[in-house]
């Protein structure tokens, strides 16, 4: 089961976000996307723009409208074209 599966099935999935503070699951995130390691600095201070904001509020979801912009603007050079065949990027 995905943690999202088990989150939505005990919780209010608008109410609930998730952090990942664990090295080595980030890492396996990060090696999974393709996002070479000089680079991921920079995208995780883009997405952290979204952490502090509901999962369903209409500001995230237009904040996340110019970060997945300034993603693919970056993708070419951090490896995020991987990415994008693999998600919603």
């Known amino acids: 089961m995905a943690t999202m599966d088990i989150v939505t099935r005990f919780f209010n999935s608008e109410s609930c976000?998730?952090?990942?503070?664990?090295?080595d699951l980030l890492e396996a995130i990060w090696t999974w996307t393709g996002i070479k390691p000089e680079y991921r600095q920079?995208?995780?201070?883009?997405?952290?723009?979204l952490g502090s904001l509901r999962p369903q509020s209409s500001e995230r979801k237009s904040k996340w409208v110019v970060i997945r912009r300034q993603l693919r603007q970056a993708s070419s050079s951090t490896g995020l074209q991987a990415v994008s065949e693999r998600s919603c990027f």
């Open 17 to 23: 976000d998730i952090h990942f503070n664990h090295g």
């Open 42 to 49: 920079k995208v995780a201070e883009l997405l952290s723009l």
